[in-house]
Nanobody, 126 residues
Framework: QVQLVESGGGSVQAGGSLRLSCTTS????????MGWFRQAPGKEREFVAG????????KYADSAKGRFTISRDNAKITMYLQMSSLKPEDTALYSC???????????????????WGQGTQVTVSS
């Protein structure tokens, strides 16, 4: 069973930065899309950013545009989320996900993704 493992979360003050990583447990030559989601207490999980296999096509939630950058290194089977200018409202459990079936589509729904990591907590204080 493929596993996704996130790391890099932590506690920062508003305006600070963090870089999250997501590593998959297997290497495959088949292309797939990956994404980052987050869930704050009492709220539904929401899409943050997604990236296609080639790394050249990305999509961001409005809340992430201009502050977050998603990237991937297929040789290291790792995806990243560089987060800057963090705000208290960014506080959430951040999870990565993989969409094994799609190579030319970045879904923004949790239903679009097949595998999930356990998440890494990001806490931003004011």
């Amino acid at each position: 069973q493929v596993q996704l493992v996130e790391s890099g979360g932590g506690s920062v003050q508003a305006g600070g930065s963090l870089r999250l990583s997501c590593t998959t447990s297997i290497r495959t030559s088949s292309p797939y899309t990956m994404g980052w989601f987050r869930q704050a207490p009492g709220k539904e999980r929401e899409f943050v950013a997604g990236i296609m296999w080639n790394g050249g096509t990305t999509k961001y939630a409005d809340s992430a545009k201009g502050r977050f950058t998603i990237s991937r290194d297929n040789a290291k089977i790792t995806m990243y989320l560089q987060m800057s200018s963090l705000k208290p409202e960014d506080t959430a459990l951040y999870s990565c996900a993989a969409d094994w079936a799609d190579t030319n589509y970045i879904g923004q729904s949790t239903n679009d993704y097949d595998a999930w990591g356990q998440g890494t907590q990001v806490t931003v204080s004011s």
